[in-house]
Nanobody
Framework: QVQLVESGGGLVQAGGSLRLSCVVS????????MGWFRQAPGKEREFVGA????????YYPDSVKGRFTISRDNAKNMVYLQMSSLKPEDTAVYYC??????????????????WGQGTQVTVSS
């Protein structure tokens, strides 16, 4: 059974930084493309970044481009989301997700096969 566990969320002031981590167990991590999503109260789940299974390709929406960086360590079965210049509108529960098929367009939550339980990020103004 594949399990994803996020960590690293918390409370940070606007302009600050956080690094989220996600560890994957029970599957073949090196064959998964990985994504990060977030969901704020009353809003739909939003794509915030993805990385290909080898790590050579990364994808970001305009809302976080230049502020968020996704990376992975295949030796540790870990994927990270480094967030900087945080804004109050970044407040959400952040989820990591694994795509077994390395789809060409990683923005859609429906393509992901496995999800973590989420970690709360709160950015105060």
């Amino acid at each position: 059974q594949v399990q994803l566990v996020e960590s690293g969320g918390g409370l940070v002031q606007a302009g600050g930084s956080l690094r989220l981590s996600c560890v994957v167990s029970g599957g073949t991590f090196t064959s998964y493309a990985m994504g990060w999503f977030r969901q704020a109260p009353g809003k739909e789940r939003e794509f915030v970044g993805a990385i290909s299974w080898k790590g050579g390709n990364t994808y970001y929406p305009d809302s976080v481009k230049g502020r968020f960086t996704i990376s992975r360590d295949n030796a540790k079965n870990m994927v990270y989301l480094q967030m900087s210049s945080l804004k109050p509108e970044d407040t959400a529960v952040y989820y990591c997700a694994a795509d077994r098929s390395d789809h060409e367009d990683p923005r859609w939550s429906i393509i992901y096969d496995y999800w973590g339980q989420g970690t709360q990020v709160t950015v105060s103004s």
